[in-house]
């Protein structure tokens, strides 16, 4: 096996709860009277709750304090979890699951690094709570991507190198933090187009290609 471990972002790669993010995130700036749309909401995309809030207010003439950002984050965030309660198995795809499984019967090791505090929620609604080798999320970091301690502390868990492991990310915040982590990474989606990535992936199951070679 070329990697001992892969370490995958949660959301844009496992499952998909963009468009709850977005549908919760739309609510508060519409209150706030910010604009908000689909690219505003791309900027978002691994970035930690408060940082995307800043972006969102970044056209807000209006003067808000450390406790009202604070209040504001933590609506938006029990609004998203409410959504997040509609998911099931069903939003883990045939592909993903397949190549997870594939990845373990090959007896490596598998992480998730994600920026997201909802980590846990998020596997539990999908069917795979208590499935991954290490969890490194925004319950146990400091500092969101493009830092890489989400993907180095997730690499301590499992006792490994950098050098070890392959990240796979569909935001140019997590490759980022892959490169400057000194893991090669793996992009999907938007990533993919960055030329960024050590590999790009067309579709999850090329990782077996990857791991395997």
Known sequence: MKYKAVIFDLDGVICFTDHYHYLAWKQLADKLGVPFDETINDRLRGVSRMESLDI??????????????????????????????KMSSKDLTEEVSRTLHSLRDKKCLLAIGSSSKNTPLILERIGLDGFFDAISDGNSIARSKPDPEVFLNAAGILGLSPS????????GAGIEAAIAGGFDSAAIGAAASLGRATYNL???????????A
């Open 56 to 85: 969102i207010l970044e056209k807000s003439s209006i003067s808000i304090s450390s406790e009202q950002k604070l209040e504001m984050a933590e609506n938006k965030n029990n609004l998203y979890r409410e959504f997040l309660y």
């Open 202 to 212: 067309n579709r999850f199951d090329d990782l077996l290609k990857i791991v395997e």
């Open 164 to 171: 070890d492991c392959l990240v796979v990310e569909d935001a």
